[in-house]
Antibody
Framework: EVQLEESGGDLIQPGGSLRLSCAASGFTFSNYWMHWVRQAPGKGLVWVARIKGDGSIIRYAESVKGRFAISRDNAKSSLFLQMNSLRDEDTAIYYCARASVDGSGTFYDFWGQGTLVTVSS | QSALTQPASVSGSPGQSITISCTGTTSDIGYYDYVSWYQQRPGTAPKLIIYEVTNRPSGISNRFSGSKSGNTASLTISGLQVDDEGDYYC??????????FGTGTVVTVL
């Protein structure tokens, strides 16, 4: 059974840093592109970043470029999001999502349950 | 990259059909057939219901269908059921090799 479990969310002051993790199980992690998606309280979904299975290609949304870093450890089937220079507007539930290997691979077939990051003084 | 535009809310009676539009640009929806749709119920993670504009994952009812014309994609739910209530989001791949979600639509069954 495919499972994705995020952790690391916390209350953090503006300007601070936080590292999120996503533990994957039930599939060959290194074969899949992985993404981070966030959702501010009561708001819509926003794509954040993605990383290829071997870590060789990374892309970011403009809103986080230069502040966030996505990475992975395939030996531990884990995905990470290092978040620096956090702002109030980064407050959100952060989901990790698996991109399907079927077809174009441009859609998510599994999501985690999310971890809440609150940026506030 | 601006969010794709969706109506804030759509409602219908049980058994009726509703359509949710998702409008982008020539750099995303208009350029690729890589539109997917997700259903999200309160307090839960989103769930894939349509991928690559028209395809349904296994286990998704054939009451859900997708289409695209120009820069606008659409999701149609036929035979509306109370269980269909929730938030619906479109998503598209873009020419910048990033992704963009729609603004989201709340579906209410009257």
């Amino acid at each position: 059974e495919v499972q994705l479990e995020e952790s690391g969310g916390d209350l953090i002051q503006p300007g601070g840093s936080l590292r999120l993790s996503c533990a994957a199980s039930g599939f060959t992690f290194s074969n899949y592109w992985m993404h981070w998606v966030r959702q501010a309280p009561g708001k819509g979904l926003v794509w954040v970043a993605r990383i290829k299975g071997d870590g060789s290609i990374i892309r970011y949304a403009e809103s986080v470029k230069g502040r966030f870093a996505i990475s992975r450890d395939n030996a531990k089937s884990s995905l990470f999001l290092q978040m620096n220079s956090l702002r109030d507007e980064d407050t959100a539930i952060y989901y990790c999502a698996r991109a399907s290997v079927d077809g174009s691979g441009t859609f998510y077939d599994f999501w985690g349950q999310g971890t809440l990051v609150t940026v506030s003084s | 990259q601006s969010a794709l535009t969706q109506p804030a809310s759509v409602s219908g009676s049980p058994g009726q059909s509703i359509t949710i539009s998702c409008t982008g640009t020539t750099s995303d929806i208009g350029y690729y057939d890589y539109v997917s749709w997700y259903q999200q119920r309160p307090g839960t993670a989103p769930k894939l219901i349509i991928y690559e504009v028209t395809n349904r994952p296994s286990g998704i009812s054939n009451r859900f269908s997708g289409s695209k014309s120009g820069n606008t994609a659409s999701l149609t739910i036929s035979g509306l059921q109370v269980d269909d209530e929730g938030d619906y989001y479109c998503k598209s791949y873009t020419r910048s090799t990033t992704y963009v979600f729609g603004t989201g639509t709340v579906v209410t069954v009257l």
